[in-house]
T-cell receptor, first 111, second 116 residues
Framework: DGGITQSPKYLFRKEGQNVTLSCEQNLNHDAMYWYRQDPGQGLRLIYYSQIVNDFQKGDIAEGYSVSREKKESFPLTVTSAQKNPTAFYLC??????????FGPGTRLTVL | AQKVTQAQTEISVVEKEDVTLDCVYETRDTTYYLFWYKQPPSGELVFLIRRNSFDEQNEISGRYSWNFQKSTSSFNFTITASQVVDSAVYFCALSERDNYGQNFVFGPGTRLSVLP
């Protein structure tokens, strides 16, 4: 089955720690995206990548970093510089001008 | 600049009522794409429909229907005979052809509660 997987589903982080959220897709999509969603709010774009080895900042990139070494993978690192990282993180992929497909999300909580 | 407005923050209906979710968009592009997504309590966004700017034909899929009107820049979503399982947050989104990549803009969402 083709799709997008995100791991872990729940993640707890101590203040000052970096954590990496995984996103993998086997849909052969070129573009991949990371969004942040706070409770009761909409989606905000963190980073996106249109091709391997290239990525662009979205609206709220500060405190986050990404890499795109493989077409299938687009991991997101939440660094200690991110002041309020507790949120729901969604990864998506897209082929051309078609719809975005989303993964199940990762809920990050800072303790 | 592109923008999507969903003026209804929350809607509550009783089961079997019909409900319409409004979506108004702004774009300077002549070719663009509109989408609706459903986000149930589990959190994952589920794709519902995609509509191209050059295709104004309305669409019906079971209890769901969509009304696309370029003259008013609206892409409204109607659920007929609503069910409790329809309770979710619904997002409208816009994508411009000339701004591929960063251009997937979501509206703020409408939270629909269907009461038994």
């Amino acid at each position: 089955d083709g799709g997008i997987t995100q791991s872990p589903k729940y993640l707890f982080r101590k203040e000052g720690q970096n954590v990496t959220l995984s996103c993998e897709q086997n849909l052969n999509h070129d573009a991949m995206y990371w969004y942040r969603q706070d409770p009761g709010q909409g989606l905000r774009l963190i980073y996106y990548s249109q091709i391997v080895n290239d990525f662009q900042k979205g609206d709220i990139a500060e405190g986050y970093s990404v890499s795109r070494e493989k077409k299938e993978s687009f991991p997101l690192t939440v660094t200690s510089a991110q002041k309020n990282p507790t949120a729901f993180y969604l990864c998506a992929s897209r082929l051309g001008y078609n719809e975005q497909f989303f993964g199940p999300g990762t809920r990050l909580t800072v303790l | 600049a592109q923008k999507v407005t969903q003026a209804q923050t929350e809607i509550s209906v009783v089961e079997k009522e019909d409900v319409t979710l409004d979506c108004v968009y702004e774009t300077r592009d002549t070719t663009y794409y509109l989408f609706w997504y459903k986000q149930p309590p589990s959190g994952e966004l589920v794709f519902l429909i995609r509509r191209n700017s050059f295709d104004e034909q309305n669409e019906i899929s079971g209890r769901y229907s969509w009304n696309f009107q370029k003259s008013t820049s609206s892409f409204n979503f109607t659920i007929t005979a609503s069910q409790v399982v329809d309770s979710a947050v619904y997002f409208c989104a816009l994508s411009e052809r000339d701004n591929y990549g960063q251009n997937f803009v979501f509206g703020p969402g409408t939270r629909l509660s269907v009461l038994p």
